[in-house]
């Protein structure tokens, strides 16, 4: 039985990909701060954001990680998880990246939240929604591989206007 027993940065488990290469696989010592906390006892967890981050702009640093000890978390923890990388998509949606959460270590004390990334003026939106039905993944060219790239981070939108109610989860229309 072969077991890699090395860290998994959050990079690594998201991939280049709209799907992560280590989905189904199980994987150890992923670290990073508690960027958000859903307390919701339908589906507890939180995002969890890597504060040291590979450099590679088409990998995430960010997750969803599934947890039914969430609600004892605080924005701002430092954390330490071992689970299951899961895939999960609803009809018509694109795949979205999680962690199933099998154990939860808090390193301690609060850290400062790695800042947000700030969309048009760090990163420009392609024109393209998507120029090749997903042959390719290409940030820089496909606005959905753009917002693949940064599944599960803090952004910035600079000088936003809200045109629509709040949903449920406290998403804004912008």
């Known amino acids: 039985l072969a077991v890699d027993l090395e860290p998994v940065p959050i990079a690594r488990v998201q991939g280049a990909g709209h799907r992560s290469p280590l989905a189904g696989h199980w994987v ?21 954001e890597s504060a040291a981050p590979d450099g590679d702009p088409r990998t995430s640093e960010g997750v969803f990680a599934s947890s039914a000890d969430a609600g004892s978390l605080a924005v701002g923890s430092a954390v330490r998880v071992n689970g299951k ?56 060219s496909d606005a959905l591989d753009l917002w693949e790239s940064l599944e599960g981070m803090r952004v910035e939108l600079p000088g936003g206007t809200v045109v629509g109610p709040t949903a449920s989860y406290g998403e804004l229309v912008l």
């Open 28 to 48: 150890i010592g992923v670290e990073g701060v508690v960027t958000a906390v859903d307390r919701d006892p339908r589906a507890p967890g939180f995002w969890l």
């Open 85 to 140: 990388v899961e895939e999960t998509a609803f009809a018509k949606g694109l795949p979205v990246t999680r962690l199933r959460v099998a154990s939860l270590e808090v390193l301690g004390g609060e850290t400062a939240l790695p800042p947000p990334t700030r969309l048009f003026a760090e990163v420009p939106m392609p024109a393209a929604v998507d120029d090749d039905a997903l042959a390719a993944f290409e940030p820089l």
